[in-house]
């Protein structure tokens, strides 16, 4: 996925680190996002799509 190609429900996160989010909605250059915190409190907030890359998923555990 490049920052042209994010859409709703993609999983990022901005410049590879932080939390995991999810693409709720991409208006032009703009993706609104959200995620959990540490505190299991839901967050929203609108990021540039250039800051954005997919998420780096972890892999399973043995």
């Known amino acids: 996925m490049t920052t042209n190609e994010i859409r ?8 590879g680190t932080g939390p995991v989010m999810i693409v709720l909605s991409v208006s032009q250059d703009l993706c609104y996002c959200t ?11 609108t990021f540039r799509k250039e800051n954005l890359v997919p998420a780096r ?5 043995d």
């Open 8 to 15: 709703p429900g993609d999983r990022v996160q901005y410049k």
């Open 35 to 45: 995620w959990g915190d540490d505190a299991s409190n839901l967050q929203h907030s």
């Open 57 to 61: 998923e972890d892999k399973p555990r």
